[in-house]
């Protein structure tokens, strides 16, 4: 008696047939049409940390990141200013996109008719069209002014970038968080309102919490948005590279820093800016895998 | 289907056979400074009207891509708006400055300020002089700088700010147009322009007694500008050399000077 | 009884203002932009050269710029996604190196442009010498849209009823037989949502084609040519002041372009009842 | 039954994983004949059916044990291409699965993936097809109308001419009635009949009473065992083990 394996079918097949060895052709191109995102990411990771290693290495690591003078004429890289003007961006656009995202969410999905629904729905999608330089052309003609108007001072603010960014973002927030709260069961509904709960009560009680890894995977993904975004964000933050913990100071990101700095550094400078891309880039991979881990445990789709 | 597989295949050839193969002749690429790139832009296109069938291509990157590029033979010129550094130098680069371009201090249209000493300039931007009450004026000063590496800001420090360091507590912007804005929008601004640049919306403000003007420049009294260079790895040669003397000259000359720089010993 | 219908009504009243708040955001921006910028696009400026560094004239060559990075880079990710869309589900059911490349495709789709930007510059201008150029800026943007590609073809293949592959594969077809003249076919709308998706992004992209594609404000005639898009083009304006009017005007077509291409992707979508991203 | 057999197995086990799906079968199929396999869901005769051209090659984790020959040779030898043997020994669906493409594309398409290109050729082989399926003067005003708009029982027959299309001789057919009206399910019984004077047919039912209307031979299968095989005439009248009538008295299943 013989024993056959038969996990994949060409394995295990002489190819006689003419044909089979163009399939087995087709079968490898198309096989290293998938790896050249594998090679690509090498790439990215080899050259972008390689870039910034002269820096790294000279000034370490710890050093680059718990400094907090940014002064590249003087060879000094302390990249505190960036990393903290980056995360009370970020945070700062969390706190306007996820609720207004979510109420949105909870808005299309549950309240608003299947009609305004879908009249809405493509005005969301449109909404993420919008280039990252047109946001931020409007935050310098409009935001900035009015910001200026309203708290004082210059309105170039870690604060316009929040702002710039929450409207960034919110867009995948409502998407993802609706689809979401789509996918759960009807029974979910049925069962909550059957024991005399308000429909508020079965949304906040018995939604909201079975589509809680839907919803933090988007402001996972949403964080990433934030932290990365450059022109809209240096266009707007006034780009001050100094610790601060104050929304309404002007202030750094990386990105921005980046994107502000690049054209002219060199050398060192260079060297140092891309060691930023290099924190940039890690910070981002963690993400990553962070809502890569959400989504297959809550098996969520995204 | 078999179109696609032909499709994807010669996609990657193309893309990298393209990368193999040369440059047309008859054509110089000038790469760097955005500062200069405008100006170059112009006598690009004059030298062109008069060589038909030369193409010059002008790319902005900055001072530093530039002269890199120049260096790395990405490109036949690079255009610096800062001194070459000497490790520059040391690649064998030769620079030749076309014209000068003047830094000027500029504040908002209705600051009562109009004119102040180098001193007390860098004491603003050094962060110890933080209200224009000191000095004639009222509420507290804000700062615009450039970015760390522009040549503007690089010039500007070591002409005015003599080794002291300038202050952190400043909003910084990535050009000229947009310290423009930043001091246009806010009463208490105080930055530094490029003179060729400047327009009405800001105030220029007169250094110890003497007005920005390019004949202050070009006299000696007003002592705040900064090269605009070409350079190319060794010495100049064929067409560089000829875009070079084009610039140099009489017409290339006028074209700079009739935007506002300033040429000429 | 009372209170929990006054906690209702509060919450109703909460997530309806964030409904509006967003809409009315959605409409505020883009009537701003049309509206300022409709005023100031006639043909002329959409096919004149821009003069003294786009203070004054068109804005021609920034649209050709635009259209030839996106076009360009289309022509490098759409084969190269499609192909490796069809490869992950069709050619193959697993195991840890599906894994890994699956892993890769997530985590482009998630590093930030200006990382894309930085790349580019220190490995397709510096280290290929490819210069600052067309190609430059197109690689950047294709290795930028290559998720996007492969994620909604991947999602527009999976949706292809299993019924179809097996009355072909019954047939005695071969596996590329059945991909290439029976699932694609099927998948096309899928396809197409996602060529439209891919350029949308490309056609708005900034910072990575800031680093790589040079910038110089004349027709790219080859591939080697330094070009700027539209993106860069507002950017400079906005950012050097140089003129508020044309920046209204460029970020209208911008604006009015992208949402075209999204449109059309919207569409198919629906069409095809794909989900969301 | 063994030695006349176009195919058969024997001794056939098969595993999906750790389940043991198929224990042990034996059995053959006579050419020119039909042959239908009954028994409650899950008894294995899909399992069975899908092994007769290896499409059981595209489910991960399928182990077999044993033979199915094919005109004396094994099917699952490692040198045997699936391609030619799924032309050979063809398939028709439990719901109707014609392509998204025009009546005549559907019919066209085994031909044309087998290599012909000519358009005269192909047309000849598309009218003979859908004359052997008896759906020809139904659908011979409106080749090119896609062949989504037939109703269900036109879309098993055109899957059926489609199959006719690549010449087989074996026809595998996974309960081809189950999702269709009575009328259209009479219809296809029909063409069955007539179709199984020129082909090798192995039928897989629930429906007893079509088993009895269509097939010549009938086995029985329970729990992935083969409880019984034969004529099918004797079987239903007379069957041996008492899973069988159980079955047949409906009882279970």
Same mark, same amino acid.
């Given at each position: 008696m013989k024993k056959n394996s038969v996990e994949t079918p060409s394995t295990h097949t002489i190819h006689k047939d003419p044909g089979a060895r163009k399939e087995k052709t087709i079968h490898i191109v198309l096989l290293l049409a998938a790896t050249v995102s594998l090679l690509a990411l090498f790439l990215i990771t080899a050259f972008v940390v390689?870039?910034?290693?002269?820096?790294?290495?000279k000034h370490g690591p710890l050093n680059l990141i718990l400094g907090t003078d940014w002064t590249p004429s003087r060879l000094s890289f302390g990249m505190l200013p960036q990393l903290t003007g980056t995360l009370l961006v970020t945070l700062g656009a969390l706190l306007i996109a996820v609720p207004l995202g979510v109420g949105c969410a909870i808005f299309l999905a549950e309240l608003s008719s299947e009609k305004v629904a879908n009249l809405l729905r493509p005005c969301i999608s449109l909404l993420a069209a919008v280039p990252s330089v047109v946001y931020g052309f409007l935050g310098v003609i409009a935001l900035v002014p009015l910001l200026r108007s309203t708290f004082g001072g210059s309105g170039y603010s870690l604060l316009a970038g929040s702002i710039v960014l929450a409207i960034m973002i919110l867009p995948s927030i409502i998407n993802i968080s609706e689809d979401t709260l789509r996918a759960l069961p009807i029974d979910y509904r049925e069962a909550s309102l059957a024991l005399g709960s308000t429909r508020w009560q079965t949304i906040w009680r018995v939604l909201l919490p079975a589509a809680r890894p839907g919803i933090v995977v988007s402001i996972i993904l949403a964080m990433g948005r934030a932290i990365g975004e450059t022109m809209a964000v240096m266009m707007v933050t006034g780009n001050r590279a100094k610790v601060t913990g104050a929304l309404l100071d002007p202030g750094a990101t990386m990105a921005g820093t980046i994107g502000l700095e690049w054209s002219y550094a060199a050398d060192e400078h260079s060297s140092a800016l891309f060691a930023l891309g290099t924190f940039l880039f890690i910070v981002i991979m963690l993400l990553n895998g962070v809502a890569q881990l959400v989504t297959s445990r809550g098996r969520v789709s995204q | 289907m078999k179109r696609f597989l032909v499709l994807l295949v010669s996609v990657l050839a193309l893309s990298l056979g393209i990368a193999g193969c040369g440059r047309r002749s008859g054509s110089l690429t000038v790469v760097g400074s955005t500062s200069v790139q405008p100006f170059m832009e112009m006598l690009a296109e004059k030298y062109q009207s008069e060589n038909p069938d030369i193409q010059v291509n002008v790319q902005g990157g900055g001072s530093s891509a530039g002269v890199k590029s120049a260096i790395d033979g990405i490109a036949d010129l690079g255009m610096a708006s800062r001194e070459i550094k000497d490790s520059e130098l040391a690649e064998g680069i030769t620079p030749i400055v076309i014209a000068r371009d003047g830094i000027a201090v500029a504040v908002h249209p209705e600051n009562a300020v109009s004119d102040l000493t180098i001193e007390e300039i860098r004491a603003i931007f050094a962060g110890e002089i933080t209200s224009w009450?000191?000095?004639?004026?009222?509420?507290?000063?804000?700062?615009?700088?450039?970015?760390?590496?522009?040549?503007?800001?690089?010039?500007?420090?070591?002409?005015?700010?003599?080794?002291?360091?300038?202050?952190?507590?400043?909003?910084?912007?990535?050009?000229?147009?947009?310290?423009?804005?930043?001091?246009?929008?806010?009463?208490?601004?105080?930055?530094?322009?490029?003179?060729?640049?400047?327009?009405?919306?800001?105030?220029?403000?007169?250094?110890?007694?003497?007005?920005?003007?390019?004949?202050?420049?070009?006299?000696?009294?007003?002592?705040?500008?900064?090269?605009?260079?070409?350079?190319?790895?060794?010495?100049?040669?064929?067409?560089?050399?000829?875009?070079?003397?084009?610039?140099?000259?009489?017409?290339?000359?006028?074209?700079?000077?009739?935007?506002?720089?300033?040429?000429?010993? | 009884m009372k209170k929990r219908n006054l906690a209702q009504r509060t919450a109703f009243l909460l997530i309806g203002a964030s409904a509006v708040i967003t809409f009315a955001l959605f409409a505020l921006i883009l009537g701003y932009v049309l509206i300022k910028g409709m005023a100031n696009i006639n043909w002329e400026f959409l096919t004149t050269y821009p003069a003294l560094m786009g203070r004054e004239g068109g804005i021609f060559p920034t649209i050709i710029g635009t259209l030839v990075l996106t076009g360009v880079a289309l022509l490098i990710a759409v084969p190269l996604g499609v192909a490796a869309a069809i490869?992950?589900?069709?050619?193959?059911?697993?195991?840890?190196?599906?894994?890994?490349?699956?892993? %890769?495709?997530?985590?482009?789709? /998630?590093?930030?442009?200006?990382?894309?930007?930085?790349? +580019?510059? &220190?490995?397709?201008?510096? #280290?290929?010498?490819?210069?600052?150029?067309?190609?430059?800026?197109?690689?950047?943007?294709?290795?930028?849209?290559?998720?996007?590609?492969?994620?909604?073809?991947?999602?527009?293949?999976?949706?292809?009823?299993?019924?179809?592959?097996?009355?072909?594969?019954?047939?005695?077809?071969?596996?590329?037989?059945?991909?290439?003249?029976?699932?694609?076919?099927?998948?096309?709308?899928?396809?197409?949502?996602?060529?439209?998706? %891919?350029?949308?992004?490309?056609? /708005?992209?900034?910072?990575?084609?800031?680093?790589?594609? +040079?910038? &110089?404000?004349?027709?790219? #005639?080859s591939l080697h040519d330094p070009t700027r898009p539209m993106t860069l083009h507002l950017y400079y304006l906005a950012a050097e002041g140089l003129s508020l009017e044309r920046a209204y005007a460029t970020a209208a077509v911008l604006l009015v372009l992208v949402l075209v291409v999204y449109s059309l992707a919207i569409f198919f979508r629906q069409k095809f009842g794909m989900k969301r991203r | 039954m063994m030695q006349s057999a176009k195919i058969s197995v024997q001794d056939f086990s098969l595993y999906y994983g750790a389940f043991h799906a198929l224990k042990k079968i034996s059995l053959g199929f006579p050419p020119r004949s039909l042959t239908a396999l009954v028994g409650p869901s899950g008894c294995g005769k899909s399992t069975l059916l899908r092994s007769l051209n290896r499409m059981n090659d595209l489910i991960a984790g399928v182990r077999v044990e044993g033979r199915v020959s094919l005109e004396g040779s094994n099917i699952y030898d490692p040198d045997v291409d699936v391609v030619p043997l799924r032309k050979k020994v063809g398939m028709v669906f439990q719901r109707p699965n014609p392509f998204p493409m025009s009546i005549f594309e559907n019919i066209a398409y085994g031909p044309r993936v087998h290599g012909e290109k000519k358009r005269s050729r192909l047309q000849d082989i598309v009218e003979q097809s859908l004359k052997s399926a008896a759906l020809w003067d139904e659908v011979k005003d409106r080749l090119d109308s896609p062949a989504l708009k037939l109703s269900g029982g036109q879309q098993q027959r055109l899957c059926i001419a489609r199959l006719l299309a690549v010449e087989p001789e074996v026809l595998l057919m996974d309960e081809p009635c189950s999702a269709l009206d009575p009328i259209a399910t009479e219809k296809v019984e029909e063409l069955v009949m007539d179709l199984k004077k020129k082909y090798t047919i192995v039928v897989v039912t629930h429906n007893i009473a079509q088993a009895a209307r269509i097939s010549d031979y009938l086995a029985f299968f329970y729990l992935g065992e083969m409880i019984e095989s034969g004529v099918t005439r004797q079987l239903l009248t007379n069957p041996t083990k008492h899973q069988t009538e159980d079955y047949l008295t409906g009882r279970f299943g």
């Open positions: 390689g870039e910034g290693w002269p820096v790294m290495v | 009450e000191a000095i004639g004026g009222v509420g507290d000063i804000v700062v615009v700088m450039r970015e760390e590496g522009s040549g503007t800001r690089g010039a500007f420090e070591e002409i005015v700010m003599n080794k002291v360091e300038t202050t952190k507590d400043s909003i910084v912007q990535g050009s000229t147009g947009a310290v423009m804005s930043a001091i246009a929008g806010e009463p208490n601004a105080i930055g530094y322009i490029s003179l060729a640049n400047a327009n009405a919306t800001v105030k220029l403000l007169d250094v110890n007694g003497v007005e920005t003007t390019n004949e202050n420049i070009l006299n000696g009294s007003y002592a705040i500008a900064r090269p605009f260079s070409v350079c190319t790895k060794g010495d100049a040669t064929g067409l560089a050399k000829d875009f070079i003397d084009f610039i140099m000259g009489e017409v290339g000359q006028q074209v700079l000077a009739d935007e506002g720089l300033v040429v000429g010993k | 490869y992950l589900s069709e050619y193959t059911k697993g195991g840890i190196g599906i894994r890994i490349i699956r892993f %890769a495709i997530e985590s482009l789709a /998630g590093i930030p442009s200006i990382i894309y930007g930085l790349f +580019g510059f &220190a490995f397709l201008v510096t #280290f290929l010498k490819l210069g600052f150029s067309v190609l430059s800026g197109a690689i950047a943007l294709a290795l930028m849209v290559l998720p996007i590609i492969i994620r909604t073809t991947e999602e527009a293949i999976r949706t292809v009823p299993d019924d179809y592959r097996q009355a072909s594969l019954a047939l005695g077809a071969t596996r590329w037989q059945t991909t290439s003249r029976v699932v694609l076919p099927a998948a096309l709308p899928g396809v197409v949502t996602a060529v439209m998706l %891919a350029s949308g992004r490309a056609v /708005g992209e900034t910072a990575a084609v800031w680093l790589t594609a +040079g910038g &110089a404000l004349k027709l790219p #005639f | -």
